[in-house]
């Protein structure tokens, strides 16, 4: 029989984050705001406490996470993580390979999202200090949209829709990469997994004699990330679990 290789269970994206303790322009700490146009998220912390800064088309609010709290959250939720004392997550996303390939939007303000040159820009980071810089960058945006639903929720509902609008053109040349990737991931798992339940149904089980494990060792959060140093437990370009490959 064909057995795929082992992925993350259901094609997700597993990360461990370490929040940035660096202040944004409004003087808190922690990462930088975005969202995403196809993916649920999941955040669990390990250790630390903090927050969630979210908004939606129902306005703002803000979600105190101590630790071992879990927060999930849908497909067009700004967010924007706040650190209070050292806080480190596990974030689990749906479909692994979108944020990776466009599904992650800064919330930059709209001169930016509306030029695809600067958004670019504005996106690319070589250094610890260029993420700083685009955090700061999207907090600004992020806080322009928190103001507009201050004034009333007709204003932020507006406000946020213009966001998505110019989102959706920025990705536009991506949505064929992102459907082409969830056939291969998570619909190709449920795939397997229903074939596994009719060979199940008539008394076969050949997948069960075709284990597959996989060990990720213990490294440190170094790489840059979008709200702070992360460790990938998947290879971005394939989204295989780290180390395996094809």
């Known amino acids: ?11 997700t994206l597993v990360t461990r984050l370490k929040v940035y303790d660096t ?18 998220e999941m955040y669990f912390v390990l250790s630390g406490s903090g927050a969630v800064e979210i908004i939606d088309v129902n306005g703002f ?3 105190e996470l101590p ?3 879990a927060f999930i ?6 967010h924007r993580l706040i650190t ?24 930059f303000r709209n001169e930016i999202l509306a030029d695809e040159l600067r958004f670019h820009q504005a996106m690319k980071i070589q250094s610890l200090a260029d993420a700083y810089r685009r955090r700061d960058q999207a907090v600004e945006g992020f806080l322009e949209v928190k103001a507009a639903f201050a004034k009333s929720l007709d204003e932020g509902r507006k406000t946020l829709a213009e966001v998505f609008r110019l989102s959706n053109k920025l990705s536009k040349h991506n949505y064929k990469e992102w459907y082409d990737c969830v056939v291969k991931g998570a619909f ?3 795939q397997e997994t229903l074939a ?8 076969k089980y050949p997948h069960l004699s075709v284990p597959q494990h996989h060990f990720i060792p213990p490294v440190q959060s170094n790489t840059v990330g979008f709200c702070g140093m992360l460790n990938r437990y998947f290879d971005p370009a394939t989204a295989l679990p780290e180390g395996v490959t094809i």
Do not use: W, Y
């Open 1 to 11: 029989m064909k057995t795929n290789l082992l992925r993350m269970p259901g094609a």
């Open 23 to 40: 202040a944004g322009p409004d003087g808190q700490l922690g990462g930088t705001p975005h969202f995403h146009q196809a993916c649920t």
């Open 61 to 63: 609010k803000t979600v």
């Open 67 to 69: 630790a071992h709290s």
């Open 73 to 78: 959250f849908s497909a067009g939720t700004l």
């Open 84 to 107: 209070k004392e050292g806080m480190e997550l596990l974030i689990v996303m749906q479909n692994s390979g979108l944020p990776e390939r466009g599904d992650t939007i800064a919330t």
């Open 188 to 190: 190709g798992e449920a």
């Open 196 to 203: 596994q339940i009719i060979d199940l149904t008539a008394g």
